[in-house]
């Protein structure tokens, strides 16, 4: 098993792009998830969950320590233009901004708002599920994720990796050939190629510790699938729902697994995954 690539994401749940070579470090890929966009109205930070256009946005990260966000059609704007958070705003049809990422105590941004409505309402539509399918189990989560959107100081969901393999990828697209499995829909930290292993391998790595470049990391447990995997991306990655009733129905609602990093490092496409 190898890296086939390595994905950063500079703001979170925009699309991103592939490096050749990362550090790893305890919040995961360097350069991954450093920005965010906050929903000024809610006093919540966006995901892909409640704002799905935020998916239709790209980012990478600018030579002056800026981020440069492309729009729909091409147009770019950067984070040190004065009309960034305008052009987010009528991108996503309500007033946002966009932040760098702040330290672990400004309490205030990672709390999470108390629920007003019904929570099993709210929990199927985060999870788009529809009438008779289970919710995923929720102890698969860090109980941070209960008081906090994201972990202080942090702008990843759950935990700092998400490692996909190859296998998994033409799995579903045999499952499910009518769909577009675009590898983007999954925000994977790391692809895994496993070569012609059938169905999905990284099921069976939860507990394990593997090397991969200079760096070591643990694989925690399986990724529960919400509505962000259903969202359009672009003109030829639409909306698509048929997937994840594939992997509700078929998967036990999970497609990939989340890491952690116990030993920070170099690693680069090519990279072989040695069990530990």
């Known amino acids: 098993m190898h890296i086939e690539s390595i994905w950063q994401y500079p703001v979170k749940t925009m699309l991103g792009g592939t490096v050749s070579t990362a550090e790893l470090a305890a919040d995961g890929v360097a350069g991954d998830r450093w920005w965010a966009v906050r929903d000024d109205g809610a006093g919540t930070i966006g995901n892909a969950r409640k704002m799905g256009q935020l998916m239709q946005l790209s980012a990478a990260h600018g030579a002056d320590g800026s981020v440069v966000i492309t729009l729909p059609g091409g147009a770019t704007v950067s984070s040190h233009s004065p009309d960034v958070n305008a052009a987010l705003s009528q991108h996503v049809g309500r007033p946002v901004s966009l932040w760098a990422r702040p330290p672990a105590d400004d309490d205030a941004f990672y709390r999470r708002k108390p629920l007003e409505g019904d929570l099993m309402v709210e929990l199927r539509e985060i999870f788009a599920r529809e009438e008779g399918e289970p919710l995923p189990d929720l102890a698969k989560f860090p109980a941070a994720v209960i008081e906090y959107e994201t972990p202080p100081g942090a702008l990843y969901d759950c935990y700092p990796l998400l490692l996909l393999t190859t296998s998994t990828l033409r799995s579903i697209e045999q499952a499910v050939p009518e769909s577009v499995v675009d590898v983007r829909r999954f925000r994977p930290s790391l692809v895994i190629d496993t070569g012609d292993a059938p169905g999905h391998p990284e099921f069976t790595w939860p507990g394990r510790r593997f090397a991969v470049g200079s760096a070591v990391v643990e694989v925690i447990n399986d990724c ?21 009733r594939h992997v509700v129905k078929d998967l036990d609602q999970a497609v990939g697994v989340y890491a952690t990093v116990v030993q920070p490092g170099v690693v680069t496409v090519g990279d072989e995954l040695i069990p530990l």
Do not use: M, S, Y
């Open 224 to 244: 529960p699938r919400c509505a962000a995997i259903t969202r359009e991306l672009t003109p030829d990655v639409p909306a698509d729902r048929a997937i994840l």
